[in-house]
């Protein structure tokens, strides 16, 4: 066995007793090494509960584990059938603030507490067109993007203005919540911390 091989391993058995005590009973976890790798690659798989699996691909000892690691979200990416159509609804109706980039298919969005939303044109193929009455909400979505608002009704009004959908708000734990739609109908809520329908 060679140095480097040697040395993977040493490091793979460590990664992977980390990875079973981080990933505790209520999952499974594998962490593979590749011997032949210079910069020591390991490949994190965790199944949870639910079945569902998470793989994270990183390389070298020194850039540590990946559950020591905790990830950052960056920005949530929407693809878009009009790309300024898009970026027009959100800097317009919900104050995003558009980032110079270097690619004529993609617009970074940005909000004033530092959230960002990149808009990628999508392919032509995979583009259904908008109706011509507005969009359509999309109600085959596991994903809503949550804006917190301080003032729901002017920003519920902004949103339709911007030709979005927006259904009546409604009241949780002392919240206010709306259920609405961008331009192109991907689904969006509103949240007005402390109000209630009435004075929202």
């Excluded at 091989?5 to 990875?19: K, L, P, Y």
């Excluded at 976890?29 to 490949?43: G, N, Q």
């Excluded at 994270?56 to 020194?62: E, F, K, L, Q, R």
């Excluded at 920005?75 to 690619?103: M, N, P, W």
Aim: aromatic share 6%.
């Amino acid at each position: 066995m060679t140095a480097r091989s040697t040395r993977s391993s040493t490091v793979g058995d460590e990664h992977r007793q980390n990875a079973a005590r981080a990933a505790g009973p209520a999952a499974r976890t594998e962490v593979d090494l590749d011997p032949d790798c210079p910069y020591s690659l390991w490949r994190y798989v965790r199944t949870d509960l639910t079945g569902s699996r998470l793989c994270i691909v990183g390389g070298g000892a020194s850039a540590g584990l990946p559950w020591g690691m905790p990830a950052r979200l960056t920005h949530a990416l929407i693809f878009a059938a009009d790309l300024e159509r898009l970026a027009t609804f959100y800097a317009g109706a919900l104050g995003f603030q558009r980032e110079a980039t270097a690619h004529p298919s993609v617009v970074m969005l940005r909000a004033a507490g530092g959230a960002a939303i990149a808009l990628h044109q999508a392919p032509p193929h995979a583009v259904e067109p908008l109706p011509p009455d507005g969009p359509r909400r999309r109600e085959d979505t596991a994903l809503k993007l949550c804006f917190e608002v301080d003032d729901l009704t002017a920003s519920r009004q902004a949103v339709l203005d911007h030709g979005g959908l927006a259904d009546p708000p409604w009241a949780w734990a002392g919240d206010t919540y709306c259920e609405c739609a961008d331009a192109e109908g991907n689904v969006v809520q509103l949240i007005g911390r402390g109000a209630t329908p009435a004075t929202a």
